[in-house]
């Protein structure tokens, strides 16, 4: 079983930058491939990013591609979401979750574990 708990949200101005981490504790941490979803009011919650239990791989959704960058840190058993050239429709709840084996997915369901989330507010 995987904890994890996500920090580093917060209110930026569109343009600008933030590093999302996300902390997970438990011995198996490197069993499982971790995602980034995030979810704006109104809306269902979406893939955003994934690394797999190595970090050699990575997948991320269009919304994302050549702004955002996952990258996780075996040693110390953390996964980052960093964000560059934030949009406002980036606004929403950043979510980490960890998903046992190594196949990535985009798909919500396929992840086991979740945090609560984090605020991500992006100002116009």
Partial sequence: QVQVVESGGGLVQAGGSLRLSCAASGRTFNSYAMGWFRQAPGKEREFVAAISMSGDRTIYAD???ARFTIS???AANSVYL???SLKPEDTAVYYCAAKLGGVLSTVANLYAYWGQ???VTVSS
Avoid: A
């Fill in 63 to 65: 919304s994302g591609k």
């Fill in 117 to 119: 989330g984090t605020q």
């Fill in 72 to 74: 996780r840190d075996v």
């Fill in 82 to 84: 960093h964000m560059n």
